[in-house]
């Protein structure tokens, strides 16, 4: 799908942390890295790839993804690839139990 997200699609402002910018970001698992949830060169990468897997540009999505990271994942969930499984399997969650009541 290659979704492109721009820091004025969020709800949520996080910082630039210039100091990390042109490092590797989340392209997919496997990834062991950290994630810093405080970084908006890392929050972007991440929300893409999970908007992708759900095939989804729906800016609704994306806002309720923003609050599941920030209100619900867990800060001992830290690697990319767990914090990917994590909004995913969440968001999968979320999204079928809305389409079960619509339907």
């Known amino acids: 799908m290659g979704i492109i997200i721009k820091p004025s699609d969020l709800q949520f402002r996080y910082p630039r942390k210039k100091e990390t910018r042109e490092r ?10 950290p994630f810093d949830r405080d970084d908006l060169y890392e929050v972007i990468p991440m929300f893409e790839a999970v908007m992708n897997a ?3 540009i729906d800016g609704q999505v994306l806002h309720r993804m923003e609050e599941v990271l920030n209100e619900d994942v867990p800060r001992f969930v ?16 979320i999204l079928g139990a809305c389409r079960r009541q619509a339907g």
């Open 24 to 33: 590797p970001k989340f392209k997919g698992k496997p990834d062991p890295n």
């Open 54 to 56: 759900l095939e989804t």
């Open 78 to 93: 830290t690697s990319r690839e767990e914090v990917f499984d994590c909004l995913l399997g969440t968001m999968e969650g």
